[in-house]
């Protein structure tokens, strides 16, 4: 290994911390090769009392940086750099991602609409598939919204990879869980790819009720919102199913069926035929789980479009009656104005702590730790200008073309 005192650490100009974590602690930097290009470096944490516990972290930090070396996706955070030092201090360095997390647009905005939430479902699914395909299958095994950034293009960006893994059948997983997102078998340190599609419905659920998903309970959204579109509410509650075999058998099914579903919201829309190309060897099983999850909701789909249309004239008259309700062009504006590059650049790490939630804020995972919020600890950076975008005149758009212009990479016209 390279001594301390390494040209590794003049590259980059370290500009404050972002955010810490279980595993280690994030900071915002800017490399010099690059022309100052914002990065983020991530710092294992070397505060571990047990020999074991720390020898299990370095393992775990290292398969991170292995892992996210051979991805190459859009919808992942995108490596190029890690080091490590004589003392035993190991380091990775990714993309910044502007933009906000899920679950900060959730607390800052409410719930997602069905189509938006849908919209965004085909995006994780496509970033699944991308995971599920490779050679091994990779499982990400923390899929949740603190998870999962929106870009100010709408793009979904997978950014934290700590707890992947390759999937070997015969092989038991560290048991890592976080409540109300993980199945039953990841407790029992055995994950598989339909493990992150529970993730995927716990995390749908959250989108669309606002309510946090309840550990090891199956996700109904209808229970919280019971106009919710009956194949969407199936679909969530089928993807949550206790057992494995009970749930989809892939993401690319999970896409498709989402796909129906935005249809039904939007009889107009044609689906892209290459959903539908992409692959023909589909089992009787995942035919058969398939047309369970569509079959439940078809009864009542012509009702749910009529009153998609006189939910749409309610929501017009109640917009000329009261405040309009956040747009996704307020959200776009919202991810746009991250200030803690500007203000960061003339300071040192020393003399720039980053921002903390409040006590009552702090979320923890089952195993106690605390939730690693480095990019949403950024977007939250961003609410010195909270006040700019109410400012914005109301769109008049149709809900459809500003979710398009805004949305426009999840799904294609």
Not at 113 to 132: M, N, P, R, S
Not at 170 to 175: C, G, N
Not at 335 to 361: F, L, M, W, Y
Request: proline share 7%; aromatic share 8%.
């Amino acid at each position: 290994m390279t001594s301390a005192v390494d040209p590794w650490f003049k590259r980059y100009r370290w500009l404050q911390m972002l955010g810490t974590g279980g595993m280690g602690v994030i900071y915002l930097a800017e490399d010099s090769v690059e022309d100052n290009k914002p990065c983020v470096i991530k710092q294992l944490n070397s505060k571990y009392s047990d020999p074991d516990e720390m020898a299990e972290a370095v393992r775990l930090f290292k398969r991170e940086a292995q892992l996210l070396s051979q991805l190459n996706h859009p919808g992942v955070v995108h490596f190029f750099d890690h080091y490590s030092t004589e003392d035993g201090k190991y380091y990775l360095v990714m993309d910044y991602v502007r933009g906000s997390s899920l679950e900060s647009v959730i607390n800052d905005f409410g719930p997602f609409d069905e189509d938006d939430a849908v919209k965004v479902g085909i995006q994780i699914c496509e970033v699944l598939e991308y995971l599920h395909e490779q050679d091994p299958p990779i499982i990400y095994r923390d899929l949740k919204p603190s998870n999962l950034m929106l870009t100010p293009e709408g793009q979904i960006v997978f950014i934290d990879f700590g707890i992947a893994r390759t999937f070997m059948p015969k092989e038991s997983a560290t048991r890592v869980v976080t409540a109300g997102y993980s199945p039953p078998e990841q407790y029992f340190g055995k994950p598989e790819t339909r493990s992150d599609l529970y993730a995927l419905g716990a995390t749908l659920g959250h989108l669309i009720t606002g309510a946090r998903p309840k550990p090891l309970t199956a996700t109904i959204p209808s229970q919280n919102k019971p106009d919710i579109l009956p194949n969407l509410d199936e679909l969530v509650k089928a993807l949550t199913s206790h057992s494995p075999e009970d749930r989809p058998a892939t993401a690319r099914h999970v896409r498709h069926a989402l796909y129906r579903i935005y249809q039904e919201l939007h009889p107009e829309f044609e689906i892209p035929d290459e959903v539908f190309t992409q692959r023909s060897n589909t089992t009787k099983e995942e035919q058969y789980i398939s047309q369970k999850i569509m079959k439940s909701g078809m009864a009542a789909a012509a009702s749910a479009l009529r009153q998609d249309e006189e939910k749409e004239e309610k929501r017009r008259r109640a917009s000329e009656e009261a405040p309009p309700k956040a747009s996704f062009e307020r959200l776009r504006s919202y991810g746009t104005r991250d200030g803690a590059i500007s203000s960061a650049r003339n300071q040192k790490v020393g003399a720039v702590s980053g921002r903390q939630p409040p006590p009552d804020k702090q979320r923890t995972t089952s195993t106690g730790e605390r939730t690693v919020r480095g990019r949403e600890t950024m977007a939250e950076a961003a609410s010195q200008m909270r006040s700019v975008r109410d400012l914005k005149p109301h769109d008049k758009r149709n809900p459809l073309e500003k979710i398009f212009d805004w949305l426009g990479g999840i799904v294609r016209r």
